[in-house]
């Protein structure tokens, strides 16, 4: 069975840096895109960035292009999302997603599994 689990979330000021990290079990994902999603209050789930796990390309959307960055560790079958220069606006629940390589991209459909997701808020 396949768990994507996340940690790292908390409350921070703008400007200031967090690591999200995501760890999964229950499969090998050297197929697979691991992606990172979030979403705020009132408004629909965005794609953040993405990492092909056995390649480790990375895709960002603009709005954190920069300033995130995602990664993985094969030995501890873990994703990290550090994010830098962080913004109210980046306040939201981030997901960690994994979806089979040659099919998830940058749509949340795509993706087959979902972690429980972590809150970030950054006070201005």
């Known amino acids: 069975q396949v768990q994507l689990v996340e940690s790292g979330g908390g409350l921070v000021q703008a400007g200031d840096s967090l690591r999200l990290s995501c760890a999964a079990s229950?499969?090998?994902?050297?197929?697979?895109?691991m992606g990172w999603f979030r979403q705020a209050p009132g408004k629909e789930r965005e794609f953040v960035a993405r990492i092909i796990w056995d390649s480790g390309a990375t895709y960002y959307s603009d709005s954190v292009k920069g300033r995130f960055t995602t990664s993985r560790d094969n030995a501890k079958n873990t994703v990290y999302l550090q994010m830098n220069s962080l913004k109210p606006e980046d306040t939201a629940v981030y997901y960690c997603?994994?979806?089979?390589?040659?099919?998830?991209?940058?749509?949340?459909?795509?993706?087959?599994?979902w972690g429980q997701g972590t809150q970030v808020t950054v006070s201005s």
């Open positions: 997603a994994a979806g089979v390589q040659w099919i998830a991209a940058s749509i949340d459909k795509d993706y087959a599994y």
């Open positions: 229950g499969r090998t994902f050297n197929r697979y895109t």
